[in-house]
């Protein structure tokens, strides 16, 4: 018979306030919590007596910690944890802090999605004289009461879900910093951290040390933006001094890549006609033919090949366009070659996924956002190129002098961008990556492949769940099939998903294809167990 | 004779641990302590018994609390505070909690700007394996402690410096919140709280209501770029699709312009050459004949006049050229005008400085900062425009039916501009401005005045100190003369200001015109007094 830890011990409140909360717990041997955690409050540990075992659940990772007579800790906000007496007799003294003050409905992250319908928005406008700390505490409050929770593993509707503790310390360490990566003498040791994430993001493509070079940049659509712009000066530099001028460039995707090279088509003043959408196969992947086929009615036009970008990881299917394939065509005819993986590339970090990008060195650029599936803060996305000087010489201007000063220490950065002011959100990679380590961030991919494999067999023995695709990645895109003939095949997918928002169950987005709407369930957080999605599906298939 | 309160009071540490204090304190009639700050701990409160004054300096206001027994508040990160024990005798119970754990040698956040000297960078390397939470927080100290200390009055190295609560507080709330604003089903609050912000700067253009719109954007220098875009999308809405082809466009901006336009010439496609550069008068503003001038040469070569950017507050001098009488130009040659107020914005907060920015209503487009002198968190910009439509025309692509569904409940404020996932660190503004009303952001404008006045009346008084110009706004561009003929005069200045930075004193930029270096002074800090200023004066005055 299956022995159950102890679950009481003796709990008294020693103080309750606004702020903070100090309790005193007293224990017997082999007593423990449960694991849990404090929404949004921070706990301090203080071992007054005693010996005990804390462990805490940080998302990506684990930790056990023995704390003794005089030791303390910290939970840190986000994390669970569960606390275990292995001394015959014990007492602690705990002290929660809530991050603005106490709400009266805690609300539970794993439950609730959205509830913002009863807020009045008016309470929120600004008015010409001050109001008191408290007041705005309050506000502060009701924003967070009322948001969407994008910490809940039912939070499906983005390429993110779920809050790492790592990434809030340090957004809050950053706040405290304030400062810009524009230049190397305000943030010596944020250009250090950017530098260092590069070069390891680099490792993972195989790049020669000698031949990369990157920058963050704000957001994935802003990294493409960078690769067409690099791309088309490499073509010709003096379009810097003298414009496009009458130059055809054409660019070549697939019909399944991101919008933003449409965007950038508009920004860089090329023109959206100018997107050439390459036809896909049946794994939603660009077909290598086409895209040869396109490259040489270009070439007959006398018109001027300007990239290619292979999508690793496209936002609905999860598809990983064959770069090895496409590497040699982009070889062939000596054209740039881009890699979106803002969504793909965390499948680097497992050698079980890593051959979902084989031909990865061959690009001349590539797209990587931490965070997605990584966890960063948004937006932590890194524009990366294996040419060295590119950055600078497509970005460089003069009449910066008051801020690029020759006698800089370091590299200043700014000078390889279009940006002056930016902000080192990076910092939450940087603190995720130093916590988990290379193997931690591959053994989280192994996890929710693990997951996705279990929530698949579940989709299986649904009849009324239709999986659209073969999955290569954490994307499942399924169609939830009415309950009866009464309604509408095409459009139950969306009435289904809306209710569960009605419902605040969850939020879970969708897309479409020619015969109709169909869910996008996404496998991105840390806190995710396969029993959420099957619920979620559950959920989908009770709706009348 | 002055008498001085009473500042002793009993002080018991009750426990010491690595993450948070308990004191208690007795008090007696009167006593109080001094206005001081914990760094970077939260301090709270809780009265056990007594009657107490609490004044909290938040920086841009002051607040004052009266705390019965029984109640409890908390001083913010980033605030300094006073208690004032009002009854004849008290006890407080008080925890500090410090942000990462406790440092050994806490720095003083007033003297030290810069200390890394001795940081070994390897230490912040990644590796393959995890390292615990506790080695990740020391990592954190490491990183805060070794960091330049932009919140010290004695840094003016950026246009920005100091940290207030409020930023601190919505940076925090904005990383549990972790959230995209490019749907508006993602953030309703916060896209409501964007549209809130752009129709509150909007009224300070005087624009009609029904005349306005705007995006956040990632920076002053992507504000800019937006301004071109725009007005290229405004003169020619075919490029949008074919490109610009042959088209001949011409920008016009003061030489004193931030070097954005240039960046964001070589972006659209436009190139550098096509960038006007306008002669500037002896206040350092654009010329308005010189203006005309130019844009008859360019008619007269049948190029296009696309945009005129006057700048409010140049990023050296803090010059306002002149908009009323610019705007008069435009309106003659039909070119859309935009004003680059990024620095200067915040003279339209107070009636005394209002008239600086006189014929901004007649603006087509305007860059607003509010992570510069308005002290929110990096990057707050704001790109508004009179052109309802503009952004979306200019903007918007197909091709993302998978994020912008037809049903959204508002507008999906991703569709306005090229980047897709946007993070709304704009809610920091928010709280600053929600927290002082526009009357307190005027307020702080006059204030940050009146130490620029009194600090002027110093300079004046040393000879060996020479203002450069006649400052409208709240740079001070001073050139240090060397004491004695040994050194150059030319050098001098850069010298002084690296000697401060060696000696961890202050970090204040510097700039050069033909006959040499000078510093440039920023008044900025809400935190920050005159005493400040001359202190760093005196300081460029003793190095020999």
Not at 31 to 59: A, P, R
Not at 266 to 286: A, P, Q
Request: proline share 3%.
């Amino acid at each position: 018979m299956l022995e159950y830890p102890k679950l009481s011990y003796k709990r008294t409140v020693t103080l309750r306030a606004n702020y903070f909360e100090i309790v005193t717990c007293e224990w017997t041997d082999e007593c423990v919590t449960s694991m849990h955690h404090h929404e949004w409050s921070s706990c301090f540990i203080y071992v007054e007596k005693g010996t005990f075992q804390d462990t805490i659940n940080l998302g990506l990772k684990t930790e056990i910690n023995i704390l003794e007579t005089g030791q303390s800790t910290t939970t840190p906000i986000g994390a669970k944890h569960e606390l275990k007496c292995l001394s015959k007799t014990g007492k602690t003294l705990h002290i929660y802090i809530p991050s603005f003050g106490r709400t009266e409905n805690p609300i539970s992250l794993e439950q609730k999605i959205f509830s913002s319908k009863n807020l009045d928005f008016k309470e929120l406008d600004i008015d010409s004289e001050s109001i008191k700390w408290e007041k705005l505490l309050s506000a502060l409050n009701l924003i967070r009461d009322n948001s969407i929770t994008t910490h809940s593993p039912y939070f499906m509707n983005q390429l993110f879900s779920g809050i790492l503790p790592e990434m809030l310390i340090s957004a809050n360490l950053l706040a405290q910093m304030k400062t810009t990566l524009a230049t190397y003498e305000a943030s010596p040791i944020l250009n250090y951290i950017e530098e260092e994430l590069i070069r390891n993001i680099c490792k993972l493509f195989a790049w020669e040390s000698d031949q990369q070079n990157g920058i963050t940049v704000p957001g994935g659509s802003a990294a493409n933006l960078m690769a067409v712009h690099c791309a088309r000066h490499k073509i010709d530099p003096n379009i810097k001094k003298i414009g496009i001028g009458n130059k055809k460039f054409k660019l070549f995707v697939s019909k399944e890549s991101h919008y933003s090279f449409e965007k950038a088509c508009v920004i860089l003043g090329i023109g959206t006609e100018n997107l050439v959408k390459i036809d896909i196969d049946e794994f939603k992947k660009m077909k290598a033919s086409a895209l040869e086929n396109a490259i040489q009615i270009v070439l007959a036009n006398n018109e001027i090949p300007l990239l290619i970008c292979a999508t690793a990881g496209t936002t609905v299917y999860g598809a990983f366009d064959q770069i090895d394939e496409i590497a040699k065509i982009s070889q062939k005819y000596k054209i740039w070659l881009h890699v979106d993986a803002a969504w793909g590339a965390p499948v680097l970090f497992s050698k079980n996924t890593r051959k979902l990008m084989d031909g990865i060195s061959l690009a001349d650029s590539i797209t990587f956002d931490a965070h997605k599936l990584l966890g960063a803060n948004l937006t932590s996305s890194f524009f990366l190129t294996r040419h060295v000087n590119i950055l600078k010489d497509a970005n460089d201007v003069d009449n910066c002098d008051y801020l690029f000063h020759q006698n800089a220490n370091g590299i200043d950065k700014g000078q390889m961008t279009w940006q002056c002011g930016r902000k080192g959100e990076f910092l939450s990679f940087w603190s995720i990556w130093k916590s988990v380590g290379t193997r931690g961030l591959g053994d989280f991919v192994d996890r929710l492949y693990k997951i996705r494999n279990e929530v698949l067999e579940y989709i299986k023995e649904k009849d009324r769940l239709e999986l659209l695709h073969s999955p290569e990645y954490l994307n499942l895109c399924v169609k939830i099939n009415p309950p009866n003939k009464k309604y509408s095949n095409f459009n139950w997918s969306k009435i289904v998903r809306n209710k569960l928002i009605d419902k605040n169950l969850a939020m879970i987005n969708y897309s479409q294809d020619e015969n109709g709407f169909f869910l996008r369930f996404i496998i991105a957080n840390p806190f995710l167990e396969s029993y959420h999605i099957k619920q979620m599906l559950d959920w989908c298939l009770e709706i009348e």
